[in-house]
């Protein structure tokens, strides 16, 4: 299904929510923003190049949201494609994906720290703009289920995330910055550094293969035509500026980034399961 359908037909996460104090990235959607990640389409591009994905993969993607990446994970045509959300409305448009080729679709409303997909059951899992948003302890959860779901240690685990540079950046500094980031988009934020991330998947039995960082430019002009295309960028402008209270908020989301933007970047990590120690 087009976004603009999905969009038409089926309410989207958070619209029940007043404007001024929804979660930034479902103010992003209403306004029509479907890529909602710090890297872009070309992030989460090289992230799916380098998993490898084929026909024998079976996927599952934790938080899948409005299913941007989920079109792009069909159209390489893996095995199974599983969408996990807790979001009821967000699930509801997820199952409503199709594919021309043979990938068996679902859907399931469940949290990505706790899916209930069987152990083992995935080749290939992954998250996108989501651990940034958990505590340590939710991250640590998150990325113990990815564990748990993929099968031997040929499997294969992405992330594509919000990080903080450089790698020595002060505690001081990480406190104001993500106290503005909170600000802004209404949702606890909290990024870590490049080594940080990476120390993260490491701790819980993975080996990282694979990163790269790309600015994070979500707002900017540029990246906005980039992931969106032109029309729908000059759309999303145009439904920004006739609604005072989401063109704000978006002025303050981009502020705020714009401030901090020598300290923010986007990273992708691919890992493998750590062999066991014999």
Partial sequence: MDPSDLRQHIPLPGAGLDATRMPGHWLLARLGKRVLRPGGVELTCWMLDNLLLGPDDRVVELAAGLGATARLTLARDPGSYTAVDRDPAAVAGLATLTTSGTTAVMAVRADAADTGLPTGSATVVYGEAMLTMQPDPAKRRIVREARRLLAGTDGRYAIHELCLLPDDLGQEHTEAITRDLGGAIHVGARPLTPSGWAALLTDE??????????????????????????????????????????????????????????????????????????
């Fill in 205 to 278: 039995g993975f080996t990282v293969t694979a990163h790269r960082m790309t600015p994070m430019a979500l707002l900017e002009p540029r990246r906005l035509i980039s992931d969106e295309g032109f029309g729908q960028a000059v759309r999303i402008a145009g439904r920004t500026l006739r609604d005072p209270v989401a063109r704000q908020r978006v002025l303050e989301m981009r502020q705020v980034f714009r401030r901090h933007q020598a300290h923010l970047g986007a990273i992708s990590l691919i890992a493998t399961p750590t062999p066991p120690q014999s």
